[in-house]
């Protein structure tokens, strides 16, 4: 049977296997099995890595899995990915299977009209998911491109997490206030459009986080940093709330003003998430902005676009929303449920006023 360093190897060389597509599952000495994605290792040798990457000792690996199929399995002796234990499967015959049947799906979704002109973006009830532009895949290898996208890739790449900074400062929620009611006046329709006063906040990074071991891991990472990020505040940074904007004409912004520092900051919690194998989803370059409102996918529909209409807050695009220091950030699900004081459900939290 081939050896757990054989399918590595052909991973890597191997360009009709994507590596994105697979998962590791390997031994913790502290919490038992555990997966991560094939992506998030580096495969060096471990004498001539450091701590700021993922690497593990070969003999830990258990299994590989192809999507969700595992198709190399040390202990029972089950080798899909190249055919030299089990019943003789290779990796392309795992996902021509697969490929097929996703097909077929596709095809009965279609039959049953499910196709609607207003759902070419996707649009989760999130009111992070604009934050709802996060990922767009026209396409999946191996699949003709009229065929709706694999849902097991919209799954896997979908963020349910995010950590932000909430907005805290009264002038800046009464602003925002403002704006929103100017245009609800003027467009009764978005009312349910726009972001709660209790939910204003500014998204730092988002990532997928599949299970409870997942969240904690990431509630230990973020509690782990605490003063490394303390230090990086430590003379404060203030981020001033200035001037609106739109992203593809569905969803209004505050643009913030920032010194090197913020960004800095930011990216260091990339950096630890990374390297401890929570492997941040964001599909854009990092903008920073608060969310003011977003076009939902009822609404585009009632009122025939998606688009936000600029007449709607002329004269405001200049605004002063006012500033915030960063004295905490929260790592929120973006899960419906909210707390009782109406922000998201926090999983962890960090404090760096003293």
């Not at 830990?60 to 089950?78: A, C, G, P």
């Not at 907005?167 to 100017?182: E, G, K, P, R």
């Not at 006012?322 to 929120?332: A, K, R, T, Y």
């Amino acid at each position: 049977m081939k050896t757990s360093i054989d399918v590595i190897k052909r991973l890597q060389w191997d360009e009709s296997l994507p590596q994105d597509a697979f998962t590791v599952g390997y031994i913790d000495r502290f919490v038992g099995v555990v997966e991560k994605p094939f992506t998030a290792f580096c495969w060096e040798d471990l004498a001539s890595v450091d701590y700021t990457v993922l690497a593990i000792p070969k003999h830990r690996i258990q299994y590989f899995k192809y999507k969700e199929l595992i198709v190399w399995d040390k202990s029972r002796r089950l080798d899909h990915v190249f055919g030299s234990a089990g019943n003789g499967r290779t990796i392309h015959d795992v996902m021509a299977s697969y490929n097929e049947s996703v097909i077929k799906e596709a095809s009965v979704d279609r039959s049953r009209g499910t196709a609607d002109n207003c759902d070419e973006y996707d649009d989760t009830d999130s009111d992070d998911s604009d934050d709802g532009i996060t990922i767009s895949m026209n396409h999946v290898v191996g699949v003709p491109s009229d065929v709706p996208v694999d849902p097991y890739w919209q799954n896997k790449l979908r963020p349910n997490h995010f950590i932000a900074i909430r907005i805290t400062d009264l002038d800046i929620v009464s602003q925002v206030d403002n704006v929103q009611s100017i245009i609800c006046e003027m467009e009764p329709k978005y009312a349910s459009c726009c972001i709660p006063l209790s939910c204003l906040h500014v998204t730092l990074c988002v990532f997928r986080l599949n299970f409870p071991e997942h969240i904690q891991e990431a509630n230990q990472l973020l509690t782990s940093i605490q003063d490394e990020l303390k230090s990086l505040i430590a003379e404060g940074i203030k981020l001033s709330f200035q001037e609106i904007d739109m992203f593809y004409n569905r969803v209004l912004y505050a643009k913030i003003h920032h010194e090197n520092r913020f960004l800095q900051f930011v990216d260091h919690i990339k950096m630890c998430f990374n390297a401890a194998g929570l492997l941040i989803k964001d599909a854009y370059d990092f903008v920073p902005h608060m969310t003011i409102m977003k076009t939902t996918r009822p609404v585009s529909r009632e009122m025939n676009t998606k688009d936000i209409d600029p007449n709607l807050f002329a004269g405001y695009e200049g605004m002063t929303f006012g500033e915030q220091d960063i004295d905490s950030v929260h790592l929120c699900s973006m899960a419906e449920d909210r707390q009782d004081d109406g922000f998201y459900i926090t999983q962890s939290s960090l404090t760096f006023t003293n």
